[in-house]
Structure formats: structure tokens, C-alpha cells
């Protein structure tokens, strides 16, 4: 097992609802970053998360925000929920870095219906 | 173009085979490279990491052309329990930051 934790393991909500995941690290990284898959798809990147700030920015709207708190846990925030937001949302911790190797959470599956 | 390529598949193999699947990449830029497996509804699995002189762990191969921009993922004598899909990741330095670019995946079947 990785270390990586994820909440909720599934949620349900309705087009305009706003959704909070969350994740708590590996013990000793400093880095967060979130992913998107949708079915048959690779994951997508969201953005990462560095000492607390956003550290780099996939194709996302606004609308994805996130945050990170001192001890390196993360939380993902969707706002205005629209049905392609249906997915697997996964966060990976790992040290900053070029080589960084990146351990993955087992996700939230989202459906919004 | 999709920055990181793969064929999707299925790759249908017997039991015990050899398989090999190759993922490129576009941007000269990426830094470092990783195989991932990915069992069904399941969160991807580190495999490996891809260094340039190539690595071997048990069964499993990796391969660097820095050149040609792939990476290659080579499996001996295939288990059942290989089934799953292999993604590969490119690391690349952008805007500041160290992103991981997937690929989709490519599924394989291992047949008893």
C-alpha cells in the first residue's frame, strides 16, 4: 500500500452542486498533485500543490480549486458541477521534484447526475 | 497530437509469452519516465521508473530512446495476473512546476 488515503470512495451529487475530496499524503511528501480519468482515458493533470500553494495548472476552468494544508493533505473543490465532471478523481503524493515518483491514492469516483 | 502515445489495444496474449508495448512521446523536454499498471476501476501502480541505461525488475523491462522520444515496456513469460492496463507517465518541467503527462493506457489479456 502506498500510505495514500482518499475521501469519500464514492459520491453522488447533482449538475450546480460544489463537491470537496480530499487526501492525505504519504508520510514524508511534500507534494500533492490531482488527477481526473475518465473511462478508457489516462489520467488527467489538475494542478499540484507545493508548500501549500498551487504549483502548476492543468487544462482546467476556475471552477477546480484546491488546497493544502501544513502537514501536506489536500482537498479538491468543484464548483458548479456539470455532468462531464463524472470521473475518477485520484491525487498522488511525492516529493518535489525531476524524478519524482508519484504513489496514488485509490481515488473518489464522482458521478453527477 | 496527444503529447504521450499509446496503442490501446487489447494486447491478447497466452500465457507465457513475451509482450512488448511502446509509448512515444513529443515534447524533448520531459525529464523523467514511469510505467504504471492500472487494474480495472482501480488507482495506477507504480511499476517503474524508465532510466536512461534501461532497467530490469523480474520479468519486466524498461527502455529509454531519448532519440527516437519512447519508452518501451517489455514482459517475459506473461501471468495471468499481468492482465491489466500499463500506462506510461512523462515527467516534464513546465511554467515552474514537474507534470506528469499520461498516456491512455494500453490493455493487455493474458489467455490461460
Known amino acids: 500500500e502506498t500510505g495514500v488515503t482518499q475521501s469519500p470512495t464514492h459520491l453522488i451529487k447533482t449538475r450546480g452542486q460544489q463537491v470537496t475530496l480530499r487526501c492525505s499524503s504519504q508520510?514524508?511528501?511534500?507534494?500533492v498533485s490531482w488527477y481526473q480519468q475518465a473511462l478508457g482515458q489516462g489520467p488527467q493533470f489538475i494542478f499540484q500543490?507545493?508548500?501549500?500553494?498551487?504549483?502548476g495548472r492543468g487544462n482546467f476552468p476556475p471552477r477546480f480549486s484546491g488546497l493544502q494544508f501544513p502537514n501536506y493533505s489536500s482537498e479538491l473543490n468543484v464548483n458548479a458541477l456539470e455532468l462531464d465532471d463524472s470521473a475518477l478523481y485520484l491525487c498522488?503524493?511525492?516529493?518535489?521534484?525531476?524524478?519524482?515518483?508519484?504513489?496514488f491514492g485509490p481515488g473518489t469516483r464522482l458521478t453527477v447526475l | 497530437r496527444k503529447e504521450v502515445e499509446q496503442d490501446p489495444g487489447p494486447f491478447n496474449v497466452p500465457e507465457g509469452a513475451t509482450v512488448a508495448f511502446n509509448c512515444t512521446y513529443s515534447?524533448?523536454?520531459?525529464?523523467?519516465f514511469f510505467w504504471y499498471r492500472q487494474d480495472c476501476r482501480k488507482e495506477p501502480k507504480l511499476l517503474m521508473s524508465?532510466?536512461?541505461s534501461g532497467n530490469e525488475d523480474g520479468r519486466f523491462t524498461a527502455q529509454l530512446n531519448r532519440a527516437s522520444q519512447y519508452i518501451s515496456l517489455l514482459i517475459r513469460d506473461s501471468k495471468l495476473s499481468d492482465s491489466a492496463t500499463y500506462l506510461c507517465?512523462?515527467?516534464?518541467?513546465?511554467?515552474?512546476?514537474?507534470?506528469?503527462?499520461f498516456g491512455t493506457g494500453t490493455r493487455l489479456k493474458v489467455l490461460a
Open positions: 498522488a503524493s511525492s516529493f518535489f521534484g525531476p524524478d519524482n515518483e508519484q504513489f
Open positions: 508520510s514524508g511528501h511534500n507534494t
Open positions: 500543490y507545493y508548500r501549500e500553494e498551487e504549483n
Open positions: 515534447n524533448s523536454a520531459s525529464q523523467s
Open positions: 524508465v532510466y536512461s
Open positions: 507517465a512523462v515527467n516534464k518541467f513546465t511554467s515552474g512546476t514537474y507534470k506528469y503527462i
